[in-house]
């Protein structure tokens, strides 16, 4: 479901004019806002913390994945 929101996004975004690199930022500040947000409520337990770091590198993988499904439609759209 996210991959497929994520393509959709990519071709709404190439159909509006937008730049390949502004929808990849926007994929960047989505990734930074949503680790803000989850350190923010996890700050100060020590276990969820540590959770958390654990996870860091499948969330991160995620959020890559997202960003190349999203560049790929855009990239697809244009070439339309």
């Given at each position: 479901?996210?991959l497929?929101?994520?393509?959709?996004?990519?071709?709404?975004?190439?159909?509006?004019?937008?730049?390949?690199?502004?929808?990849?930022?926007?994929?960047?500040?989505?990734?930074?806002?949503?680790?803000?947000?989850?350190?923010?409520?996890?700050?100060?337990?020590?276990?969820?913390?540590?959770?958390?770091?654990?996870?860091?590198?499948?969330?991160?993988?995620?959020?890559?994945?997202?960003?190349?499904?999203?560049?790929?439609?855009?990239?697809?759209t244009?070439?339309?």
């Amino acid at each position: 479901r996210a991959l497929d929101l994520a393509a959709e996004h990519g071709r709404k975004r190439a159909s509006e004019g937008f730049a390949i690199g502004d929808v990849l930022a926007e994929f960047q500040q989505l990734r930074a806002e949503v680790w803000a947000a989850l350190w923010r409520v996890l700050e100060g337990d020590e276990l969820l913390s540590d959770s958390l770091r654990e996870l860091q590198g499948r969330l991160s993988h995620t959020f890559d994945s997202l960003m190349i499904v999203a560049a790929e439609s855009w990239v697809a759209t244009r070439l339309d």
